[in-house]
């Protein structure tokens, strides 16, 4: 397998604390990858500075070789980085396909916008399949569940045809049976894409996690399988001790 994303040594420094402390991380092209940790792990802060949002002090990001470290975030989406945040953005006045739609021409050179189309894109089309949105297509983004909009978020990712998808906590706040379909959805995307998802929810990661990687204090703690992970006396300290209700197994 192929390396996708590599970090290495990596340092992010906010007013004389370091969030990030010699970090190294690598995702293989096709993975699945779950990243974990507790609170102020530097889950955030990792996916923030792989898409451009912060500059670390040191270290490096390559993605598909190409270092990341210094480019702007457009430019890092252009290269295809897609990411999603803790809150959905989506425009609420604007249909779900509308929404797609618009996703969809950021990523068309502009003279294909002045040509007048007729129907979805084959993007568009394809991610309402995806994201599992097509019986939604017709409905104002504004009146969509805390799920829904969460998957509008991913299809509108998805539209932009990334290479690497970085999802930070895409099921928090959903009911069950959403989490049920978001995992069944990370599976369907992660077969024709690399995806890494920040998740706290154990039960979601034992049901729809292959590979998880262990952050605590801004390094690698562990990485390996759930089951491996879960067992690791040290992630269980680091749990037990730090994340009471969020605890490992
Ligand atoms: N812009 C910032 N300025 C100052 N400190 C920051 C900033 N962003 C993050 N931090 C600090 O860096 C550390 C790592 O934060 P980060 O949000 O990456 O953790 P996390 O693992 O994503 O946590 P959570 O699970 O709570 O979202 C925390 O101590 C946080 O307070």
Redesign the pocket.
């Given at each position: 397998m192929t390396a996708l994303l590599e970090v290495r040594g990596l340092r992010?420094v906010?007013?004389g604390?370091a969030?990030?402390d010699g970090l190294d991380f690598t995702v293989e092209e096709g993975e699945l990858r779950f990243l974990i940790?507790?609170?102020?792990?530097?889950?955030?802060?990792?996916?923030?500075v792989v898409t451009g949002l912060?500059k670390p002090a040191s270290g490096s990001v390559r993605f598909g070789g190409e270092e990341l470290v210094g480019k702007r975030e457009h430019h890092i989406v252009r290269l295809g980085v897609g990411r999603t945040f803790?809150t959905a953005t989506v425009f609420e006045d604007l249909t779900v396909v509308e929404n797609l739609d618009l996703a969809d021409s950021f990523r068309l050179p502009l003279r294909s916008l002045f040509r007048r189309r007729r129907g979805v894109s084959d993007a568009v089309a394809s991610a309402l399949e995806a994201a599992d949105l097509t019986a939604l297509a017709d409905k104002p983004a504004g009146v969509l569940s805390h799920g829904q909009r969460q998957w509008l978020e991913i299809g509108m990712l998805l539209v932009q045809q990334p290479k690497l998808l970085l999802l930070?906590?895409p099921v928090a706040g959903m009911s069950r049976s959403e989490r049920e379909r978001t995992g069944e959805l990370l599976h369907r995307i992660a077969s024709t894409h690399t995806v890494v998802v920040?998740e706290?929810d154990m039960e979601f990661l034992r049901k729809y996690a292959r590979k998880v990687t262990v952050?605590h204090q801004?390094h690698v703690l562990r990485e390996g399988s759930v089951a491996d992970v879960q067992e690791d006396p040290e992630v269980r300290a680091v749990y037990l001790g730090r994340a009471k209700g969020k605890a490992v197994g």
């Open positions: 992010v906010f007013d604390f969030a990030i940790g507790p609170n102020g792990a530097g889950k955030t802060t990792l996916i923030d912060t803790q930070d906590e920040v706290h952050l801004g």
